[in-house]
């Protein structure tokens, strides 16, 4: 699984041919709230957001992008 914040890591082609090799799932937590409070938001919303998210990765057959 990759977790990231890299909102335009979908407009890199190299970067998308990647990871869709890969097999691995992406899950994507966008903001845009700096330095510590961003964090927090950020820690926040993927703890919130992972049980939904994993739920939907077991059903899955194969990758799949989540934005949370």
């Given at each position: 699984m990759v977790l990231t914040n890299d909102g335009r890591q979908m407009q890199r082609p190299r970067e998308v041919a990647a990871i869709a090799?890969?097999?691995?799932?992406?899950?994507e937590y966008p903001h845009k709230h700096p330095g510590l409070i961003g964090m927090g938001i950020a820690i926040a919303t993927?703890?919130?957001?992972?049980?939904?998210?994993?739920?939907?990765?077991?059903?899955?057959?194969?990758?799949?992008?989540?934005?949370?």
């Open positions: 090799a890969s097999g691995l799932h992406r899950i993927v703890a919130a957001g992972l049980p939904s998210a994993l739920a939907l990765l077991e059903e899955s057959s194969g990758p799949r992008l989540i934005t949370m």
